[in-house]
T-cell receptor
Framework: KNEVEQSPQNLTAQEGEFITINCSYS?????LHWLQQHPGGGIVSLFM???GKKKHGRLIATINIQEKHSSLHITASHPRDSAVYIC???????????????FGKGTKLSVIP | DTEVTQTPKHLVMGMTNKKSLKCEQH?????MYWYKQKAKKPPELMFV???????INESVPSRFSPECPNSSLLNLHLHALQPEDSALYLC??????????????FGPGTRLTVL
């Protein structure tokens, strides 16, 4: 079993819809990271969470430490939101202040006009 | 300056070539990372440098040779690669304060094709 599970794997939505992507993890973590990757592109950090909820524009991320679960919500979705969304958790300390990330397999989102 | 830059953006090389990938950041971060990402897969950690010293090598073949010449620069030297090494190579950096996870900032990646 993967330490980080994301669902759904693929998601198609109509423009304007409210979207939720879920992430569950099985071990204790120090932080959870939501990342966005456009096709062929680099990775952009959206949120880093260790508790509670964060909001940035149309994006909202929540985390429930007790339930080991996080959600990424997109309100009023737009075709430019089409990308792969990756959940990553910081589990292992690599030493000298660096941490390893364990990644989920990603959710491919397609928003249709 | 809050970005990580990587050069080149694309690289095509033969199996006998020697080439290098370059990563640079000017955010004062003292931890830098190399990841390899195959199509439709999540990134896989290759190397971690902390304070210019190699702290993690995830059993990467010796045909990949990392180098951290200073706190802003991270190189990945490539030699005698195989076609299966074709992938997107991502660099990231973070602060290295030790007490808790520090956010990693990713570069745009180098798309490598080995012929």
């Amino acid at each position: 079993k993967n330490e980080v599970e994301q669902s759904p794997q693929n998601l198609t939505a109509q423009e304007g819809e409210f979207i939720t992507i879920n992430c569950s993890y099985s071990v204790g973590i120090s932080a959870l990271h939501w990342l966005q990757q456009h096709p062929g592109g680099g990775i952009v950090s959206l949120f880093m969470l260790s508790s509670g909820k964060k909001k940035h524009g149309r994006l909202i991320a929540t985390i429930n430490i007790q339930e080991k679960h996080s959600s990424l919500h997109i309100t009023a979705s737009h075709p430019r939101d089409s990308a792969v969304y990756i959940c990553a958790v910081s589990i292992a300390y690599s030493g000298a202040g660096s941490y390893q990330l364990t990644f989920g397999k990603g959710t491919k989102l397609s928003v249709i006009p | 300056d809050t970005e990580v830059t990587q050069t080149p953006k694309h690289l095509v090389m033969g199996m006998t070539n020697k080439k290098s990938l370059k990563c640079e950041q000017h955010m004062g971060h003292r931890a830098m990372y190399w990841y390899k990402q195959k199509a439709k897969k999540p990134p896989e950690l290759m190397f971690v440098y902390s304070y210019e010293k190699l702290s993690i090598n995830e059993s990467v073949p010796s045909r990949f040779s990392p180098e951290c010449p200073n706190s802003s620069l991270l190189n990945l030297h490539l030699h005698a690669l195989q076609p299966e090494d074709s992938a997107l190579y991502l660099c990231a950096s973070s602060q290295a304060s030790g007490n808790s996870y520090n956010e990693q900032f990713f570069g745009p990646g180098t798309r490598l094709t080995v012929l």
